[in-house]
């Protein structure tokens, strides 16, 4: 325990339940947009999503295709590594059980690529398993595009960065390739709950 | 990354709501201008809270400094930027965050655009080029509500205007008397006078309205995705 900090306080809120903070996380009420460059707008019409790479086909869905697919509504909290958590998020998209059903692959990893030339890497069975969504609906009105739409990626049990904004393309690869943030300090898996922010964490 | 006990070695007020905490970090490893950092603190029960505020300092400076704007209903910056004095600890760890940096190595010309205390990381990077003698092309924009507000007045007058360097303000709110500036949000016009044009490194630093517009404004305007480094702090506002 380091020394304290003479005159801190701090402030708890006592209808918050702890067990659903990470440890250095801070709970609010807004949702913060974090982004590294200009927020991209993408017409839906304009729009598709791949997953492409080391599969035996690659597949493709425009707006529609997708909005066709078994959707699903949910609620989530989410941890943003630059230390917020917003509690009872509800969106609606697809599984990417749904979208991964019939993809034959030998990958263990996923980079997801997006508009503004962004990127980011995960596990391929954290994409499984119930646990991610391609989610195009935020609190019943469609994805704002400065926090990722028309569609963005959400893996919730990872820091948010994970959860890719606009994303188009989901290449599996047989090696795990560090994204933007990965490649820029930040830690390779990113598990809110063993504070993985960065290198070496 | 390792956190580091911090000691605060002096405090300047930078404005009603904004002061910058002077600290000694002993084995710092030192950072790229533009970087912030992870400040915890602790209180007597053990709990703690972890917030990012971004360096104010040049790489070359001996201390590092941070720039807290207080957040009226905030948990951490109020300790900061009001309780904290010379003598006390803090920890902290970095540097964080390798886009939104730049060194006088990458070149330029060089386009900084801050809202309020967005002008931070962006006064790390002036105090960069000027602390290497650099004449890079240099062009800053700030917006700020009124003169009171705006940080590192003093020092941003000082500025060498020969060395490549063009300082332009804009006050949202109340301007000073005399003034005959701009008294707007930052708008497509302003930015073409300051915008050294298509090649140039961007940096747009501040609240999440004000990086959305201007980033945007930056795209219309023809600079290209990638050369746009953004940093927005707060809520959303909408």
Redesign the interface.
Known sequence: ????????????DPAVDPSRIPP???L?P???????????YVATADWSLTIDGAVDAPLTWSWDALLALRSETFTVDIHCV??WSKLDTTWTGVALDTLLEGVGTEADYVTAWCD??YTTNVPLDDLRGGRAWIVHTYGGEPL?P??GGPARLLVPHLYFWKSAKWVRRLTLTIDDEPG??EA??YHNYGDPWREQ????? | MVWRTATVAQVIEESPSARTLVLDVPEWPGHRAGQHVDVRLTAEDGYQAERSYSIASAPESSTLQLTVEVIADGEVSPYLGQEVRAGDRLEVRGPIGGHFSWTVSDGGPLLLVGGGSGLVPLMSMLRHRASQASEVEARLLVSARSQDDLLYRAELGELDPAAGLAVFQTYTRTAPPGWSGWQRRVDASMLAEVDPGPGAHCFVCGPTPFVEGVTHLLVAAGHENHRIHAERFGPTGG
């Open positions: 325990m380091p020394a304290f900090s003479r005159g801190f306080h701090g402030r708890r250095g996380q801070y609010t807004d949702f913060p947009v974090l982004s590294a460059g200009p927020t991209p630059t230390k503004g030339d704002a400065e926090h933007f943030w820029a300090g922010r960065y290198w070496n964490d």
